[in-house]
Every structure is written in structure tokens, then in C-alpha cells.
């Protein structure tokens, strides 16, 4: 009798189990579904984005640099930054002038993708009013600065018109 009731109680926890992780396997089931599915459609559109892109070219020998900071610099927040350009004007977005553009500042960052417009947000800092010049914020410590030209969508030349990266540290 006493192992009637233990075997019965054995298949009854076991059926629990059982239930249990079917039931939190499908449950879990439908996530990596949704993820596998989620990229796909993201990578398609990259793909025909970036055969939409049409970069402007660049002249030979163009490039951008820093006048101010000077890499390596300790300097105080704001920061104040100078930007240097051969080889190109300076002009606002939107410009149709031939071998123009605007300056961009990566912040602690680099650039991903080249066939896109540059990003906007803390990291990456337009300049599209064709300013030359600029007071940036930043945290006290080591950040690193990178320049890079955009054309009047915002896109790297091809080929890009980028700085060398600097460092500061900020006091
Ligand atoms: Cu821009």
C-alpha cells in the first residue's frame, strides 16, 4: 500500500514537472521567435537604404582637423573647439555647393556606418548652421573627439573627410 501511494505521488510530481516545463518552454518559445524575426526584416531595409544612399564625393587631399583642442589637451568644460577644413568649403545642410560641407563631432565614439546619415544624439554633434567653432559639455575625465565632414544630407563623403582622433581630459 505505502508504495502504491509513493509510486503514485512519484508520476504525479513527475506529471507536474512535466507540465511545468512544457509550459515554460512554450512560454519562452515565442521570444527567440520574435528576435529571429525582428532582424530580418531590419537587415532588409539597411540593404536597400544603403543602395539609396548616394554619397557626394570628395575632392583628393580634402580633409578636417582640430585647431582647438590640441590632442592630448587638459581643458575645462565647456570645451572650446575650433575646427579646421582644406581642400572644401563650409556650408550649411542643405547646400548644393560643390565640395561642401558641415562639420559633425564624434564624441567618444566612432562612426558605424558610412552609406547613412550621421547619427544625432549625445555622442554624435551636428553642426549644420556651417558654424566653424563650437563649446561642447563634457564630463569630467578622458573623451576622445573625431571630426568628420557631412554632406548636405548629413552623409559622409565618399571618399569620408574625417580627423584624426584626439583625446582630452577634462578637469
Ligand atoms: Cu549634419
Redesign the pocket.
Known sequence: MKRAIVAALLVLSLAACGDKGSSTAMKEAPKPETAMKAPAPAADKTAAEEKAVQRTPSPAGAKVFFILPADGATVHSPVAVEFGVEGMTIAP?GSDDPNSG?H?VLIDTKLEDYDAP?PSDEKHK?F?GGQTEAALDLTPGKHTLQLIL?DKN?IPHDPPVESEVITVNVE
Open positions: 545642410a558641415h559633425h550621421i551636428h549644420g557631412g548629413h
